[in-house]
């Protein structure tokens, strides 16, 4: 992980905790909460929740010291939500690094973009290169060479056999499997516990086995 101890998020539900155990395993804090949905309920105790872009311009305003680390704690197949919110934050001259937890396992001959996480029990093999708010969840494998381009997320178990392909935003679903050297569009989803036997065109929802497209997203 990041040696950057302080982190914000943007997000305060279920990922903001699952992120809260990344930071604070590496004896991090966590500052504040954003997040979108004015609804939102708060994910981590005692962590002030702002929200918006308006509760987050009141925050910077405020905040004094140092500025911390951000992290995009949005998870599902909002990929390109999560691209833009590192953007924005960035704009802010944020910084917005990887993170990696502890029991991930990470080849020094990957490459992880900024904003990406890679979760406890995942894999990134050797020649992987993942781009910008990429999410490896839970026990998820992307083998070697495969290359995952921004804002894609491998759903917990789900495996990326080697040498696969995506475009940006792409979703693979729980404990589905993409077989090697195949090649997946932009914006697709893949659906839990599919098997990928053949190329995906973009914006394509894909389920099965072997996985079938069944809609195209608009």
Known sequence: ??????????????????????????????????????????????VPLFAGEAGFNDWLRDHDGDMPAAAVAIGGHRG?????????????????P???????????????????????????AAGARLGKGVIVNH?????????????????????????VELSHYVFIGAGATVLPRLRIGANTIVGAGSVVTRDLPANSVAFGTPAKIQNYRL
């Not at 990887?98 to 900024?114: F, M, N």
């Open 1 to 46: 992980m990041t040696s950057t101890a302080d982190f914000i998020f943007w997000g305060s539900a279920g990922h903001a905790m699952v992120l809260a155990d990344v930071v604070r395993s590496a004896g991090g804090r966590i500052l504040a909460l954003f997040d979108n949905n004015n609804e939102a309920k708060l994910a981590l105790d005692g």
């Open 80 to 96: 390109e939500n999560r691209v833009a919110i590192l953007r924005m934050l960035e704009s802010h001259d944020i910084s917005t």
């Open 98 to 124: 990887a993170l990696v937890h502890s029991q991930a396992v990470v080849s020094p001959q990957a490459q992880v973009g900024g904003g990406s996480q890679v979760l406890a029990m995942a894999v990134v």
């Open 139 to 163: 026990g998820a494998m992307v083998d070697h060479e495969s290359v995952l381009g921004d804002g894609c997320h491998i759903a917990p178990g789900a495996v990326l056999c080697g040498c």
